[in-house]
């Protein structure tokens, strides 16, 4: 069974800190990963993917994530934090050798910058 | 262009009603998705459709819940005889076939009292 596992619930971090908001995940097959962040009162947000090819993926608001096979972890990072970062994350994972499209996504983490 | 849109945002009914929940994809997005998020958990896949047809609804609930896109557009959720339960946030995405990334709408929020 596929499952995605966020294991802080809240990242506290200091504005022009280093982030990282951590994901580890189980598939049976290749696995797409994925990360979206929502804001209050807001839909999810895309911010970036793995499906092949080079491990660091680059996304959107400079935010990237590192694909780690052997520890089928796929952790999202910033190099300096800024205050508007301050939103709840999902980390999202589905079997790309599947023919089900559907997320699994983890529980969320909430991420506290503060100035 | 325009993203995915749901209607109505909020919607507050009264245990036992019946509520029909809609989605609008991206325009020549031909996979739609509905998924149910409960306040602090992350969303729960319920149903999909490539085109109109239905391709999996192993994530609904019960026979309570039913889903349609007749025309591979447009998308109604439908719960009949809304139990407290079902409060909740909706979210429907869209996908291109050959893509695999989702866009996700606003959502709605149900309230059943």
């Known amino acids: 069974a596929q499952s995605v596992a966020q294991p802080e619930d809240q990242v506290n971090v200091a504005e022009g800190n280093p982030l990282t908001v951590k994901c580890t995940y189980s598939v049976s097959g290749n696995p797409y990963l994925f990360w979206y962040v929502q804001y209050p009162n807001r839909g999810l947000q895309f911010l970036l993917k793995y499906i092949t090819g080079d491990n660091l993926v680059k996304g959107s608001y400079g935010f990237e994530a590192e694909f780690n096979k052997s520890q089928t972890s796929f952790h999202l990072k910033k190099p300096s934090a800024l205050v508007s970062d301050s939103a709840l994350y999902f980390c999202a994972v589905r079997d790309g050798g599947g023919s089900q499209g559907n997320l699994i996504f983890g529980k969320g983490t909430k991420l506290s910058v503060k100035p | 262009g325009a993203g995915v849109s749901q209607s109505p945002r909020y919607k507050v009914t009264k245990r036992g009603q019946d509520v029909a929940l809609r989605c609008d994809p991206i325009s020549g997005h031909v996979s739609l998705y509905w998924y149910r998020q409960a306040l602090g958990q992350g969303p729960e896949f319920l149903t999909y459709f490539n085109y109109e047809a239905q391709q999996d609804k192993s994530g609904l609930p019960n026979d309570r819940f039913s889903a349609e896109r007749p025309e591979g557009s447009i998308s109604t959720l439908t719960i009949q005889r809304t139990e407290q339960r079902d409060s909740a946030m909706y979210r429907c995405?869209?996908?291109?076939?050959?893509?695999?990334?989702?866009?996700f709408g606003p959502g709605t929020r149900l309230l059943v009292l």
């Open positions: 995405a869209s996908s291109s076939l050959l893509q695999e990334t989702q866009y």
